[in-house]
């Protein structure tokens, strides 16, 4: 989950007749727009090793880095 000022993003687990109906319900108060097809990796007591090694042939949507663990969103490169 990551919060801003005016924008609430989080990533759930795929289950797709869930989804659908909590798009749906957002959607009648809220812009929504979402990314299939992406993985979320928590990488606790990382390293700048470990991160290069699990974001190999991967594109990075987002990096969240405290002084412990690192949370990255990330999709297969090959994927558009």
């Known amino acids: 989950m990551l919060n801003s000022a005016i924008s609430f993003s989080v990533s ?43 974001t190999v042939n991967k594109k990075v949507w987002l990096e969240v880095k405290s002084r412990n663990t690192c949370q990255i969103v990330m999709k297969n490169a090959t994927n558009p």
């Open 12 to 54: 759930v687990d795929d289950d797709e007749r869930k989804i659908a109906n909590l798009i749906s319900d957002l959607s009648e108060d809220f812009k929504v727009k979402y990314n299939k097809e992406m993985e979320l990796v928590t990488i606790r007591y990382y390293n700048q090793e470990t991160i290069d090694r699990v």
